[in-house]
């Protein structure tokens, strides 16, 4: 394992990773996590005890954990470096319609919203199925093969080290989430999980058809409750826009899908901060016999510079916008490791009903908030 074992480790706080999905968005994720993962390697800044995800937040998680579980922090980076260049590579290959359009240029920077391409595509999605189409085939799934090997995947299932892992699907029957956990993890579960329906058809798992996990958990909170008081959340969409509300037909949609993938999350940070007051309430004495502990929020997102992007660009493979959102991620990791860190432990590093409402505000993980 990377990370050194001595008499330090045990003063290291223990956390717990929350990852949202977002599409091709989530190579802001990634860019989260490689700095994190970097910083782990290289100091001892704190346990992963468990980590949760949904759709490409739920692959981000999965690799992560395999990695940390097989050998430690460096593997986990190759792992996720691996999966998001076989991503990019795929698309090259399948002539993804997008591919190239997110560089900037005419059509509004990397914002390809307006675009003719995808407003075709998504004109035609309006009226064809994806199980209408003879040549249907799911892409994702080769590509996680690739970056999740068989043998890697047996071991996560099965040992004990590493951190606990959740990952959220739809039960499209009953519209119930599924918590899928070690030793279950499968690559159909990431398929599940990342099924956006308008482009997959559902992914059937133990003969149970589900969608994409960040309708219902978003990502999900409540499994890593029991296993760290203090939850980092990555967001890979839009929570605040200040160009509100939206005028055309286009930015109208885009925000009810933000707002769509986002309310699981908000309702999950809402009713475990209730408990919190609860706790806070009661006093010192009847908290600490309390089966239930306080619960510290930390949160690593950057708005303004996602909401640049728009809806249409979670569906592209170009490797300048996975690589330009990989750099954006690492940035903001290191924000956070320099503002925030030092809260691990101690107290959340934002306000439930500041910091999460206005990203503008310090210890947001925003580079360009204020900085202490």
């Known amino acids: 394992m990377d990370e050194p074992r001595n008499s330090t480790r045990k003063k290291r706080p223990k956390v717990a990773f929350a990852l949202q999905g977002g599409g091709s ?15 782990s390697s290289q100091a001892t800044p704190f346990d992963i005890a468990a980590i949760s995800g949904a759709s490409a937040g739920g692959i981000n998680a999965t690799l992560c954990a395999a990695g940390l579980a097989t050998s430690g922090a460096t593997t986990a980076r190759e792992m996720l470096r691996a999966f998001w260049e ?4 795929a698309g090259a290959l399948a002539g993804n319609a997008l591919f190239g359009f997110s560089e900037p240029g005419p059509f509004g920077g990397w914002n390809i919203d307006w675009n003719p391409a995808p ?10 199925s994806p199980y209408g189409n003879p040549f249907y085939r799911d892409p994702l799934g080769p590509v996680i093969r690739s970056a999740l090997p068989e043998p890697v995947l047996a071991t996560l299932n099965t040992t004990r080290d590493g951190p606990q892992l959740f ?10 989430r599924a918590i899928f956990t070690r030793p279950d993890i499968s690559i159909d579960v ?3 999980s990342a099924c956006l329906p308008s482009e997959f058809r559902a992914v059937s798992v133990d003969g149970i058809p589900y969608w994409d996990g960040g309708y219902l958990g978003n990502p999900p ?4 409750i029991g296993h760290a008081q203090d939850l980092i959340l ?6 605040v826009r200040h160009d509100m509300p939206p005028k055309d037909a286009r930015g109208i949609l885009d925000r009810l899908n933000e707002i769509g993938f986002n309310a699981s999350v908000v309702l999950e940070i809402n009713a475990i901060e209730a408990v919190n007051r609860v706790l806070d309430s009661v006093g010192e004495e009847a908290a600490r016999k309390s089966r239930f502990k306080p619960v510290r929020f930390h949160l690593i997102r950057d708005d303004d510079f996602l909401a640049k992007f728009g809806f249409v660009s979670k569906s592209s493979t170009s490797w300048p916008l996975l690589k330009t959102l990989f750099e954006r991620g690492r ?10 860190y030092a809260k691990l432990g101690q107290t959340s590093s934002f306000d439930i009903k500041g910091s999460l409402l206005d990203p503008t505000l310090k210890h947001s993980g925003n580079p360009n908030a204020q900085r202490d």
């Open 25 to 39: 968005h989530g190579a802001f994720t990634w860019g989260v996590l490689d700095r994190l993962l970097e910083a």
């Open 190 to 192: 990431l398929r599940a």
């Open 86 to 89: 076989a991503v990019s590579r």
């Open 167 to 176: 990952i959220c699907a739809t039960d499209v029957r009953t519209n119930q």
């Open 331 to 340: 940035e903001v990791a290191d924000v956070w490791l320099e503002n925030d």
């Open 234 to 239: 990555v967001l890979a969409n839009p929570f």
């Open 119 to 128: 407003i075709v595509l998504e004109a035609v999605g309006l009226v064809a």
């Open 221 to 224: 909170l409540a499994p890593l």
